[in-house]
């Protein structure tokens, strides 16, 4: 489409994620959801990035509300490029001290996109792309690992009444939607405990995901993605 909707969002982009926001602001409030939805619609994931590089899962950017499951996916390819970069070359006990930056990442990507609109229907949707997405599941389990609450949340049978929109949604949404990847995860979560003690075994997981991370970084990106991680 590129018409002067999204022109203006992307000059705006020049002066920053905040004056791209307003412009978003703007259309919501002016024209309606549905115009701004056929604007996010046209965004690259590059500059999806950049709109969503200074929210969280509190205040999350207008955008993630209305991306696609395709620009979900390619925004979060993306950003498996820089955590790889970053994080991949990490010995586990580095990555030990490091895990809640990341985790805090995955947690303000990964919710606003899924949650932030607060409809069934796309939340539906959204959630079955992060789980059909190979890694999708194994994320899931990364952004937890070792929390507090975790072990609640992931191993004890029953209703946890997990915080709506955060990584324990994650969670309580994979069991629900997706029970067998839930169970493998438990497995894989379970074999790593067995072998190690409880420190140890999340520190081994956590390294065990960010090293398959690798697998998925996208073909056109090398090593100057590393700027897409925020600290």
């Known amino acids: 489409m590129n018409d002067e909707r999204t022109l203006a969002v992307r000059a705006a982009l020049n002066e920053g994620a905040g004056a791209a926001e307003k412009q978003l602001a703007l259309i919501a409030g002016s024209q309606g959801d549905d115009q701004l939805a056929l604007v996010v ?3 690259s994931a590059p500059e999806i990035i950049t709109l969503v590089g200074e929210s969280d899962m509190t205040k999350s950017s207008l ?9 979900f996916i390619a925004v979060l390819t993306r950003k498996l490029d820089a955590w790889s970069s970053y994080y991949g070359p990490m010995s586990r006990g580095e990555l030990a001290n490091s895990l809640l930056g990341l985790q805090d990442q995955l947690e303000d990507l990964l919710c606003p996109m899924i949650f932030a609109a607060e409809i069934p229907e796309r939340e539906k949707t959204m959630f079955a792309a992060l789980i059909d997405f190979k890694i999708g599941p194994d994320l899931i389990l990364l952004a937890g690992l070792g929390r507090k609450d975790f072990d609640e949340v992931f191993l004890l049978k029953g209703n946890f009444p997990a915080f709506a929109g955060t990584w324990q949604s994650l969670f309580t949404g994979l069991q629900l939607r997706a029970p067998g990847e839930h169970k493998a995860l438990r497995a894989f979560y379970t074999q790593h405990v067995i072998n190690d003690d409880h420190e140890r075994a999340i520190a081994a997981c956590a390294h065990d995901i960010v090293q398959s991370m690798s697998e998925f970084r996208s073909p056109d990106q090398g090593p100057d993605t590393v700027e897409f991680v925020s600290f």
């Open 41 to 43: 619609a046209e965004l």
């Open 63 to 71: 955008v993630s509300a209305f991306v696609t499951p395709e620009q």
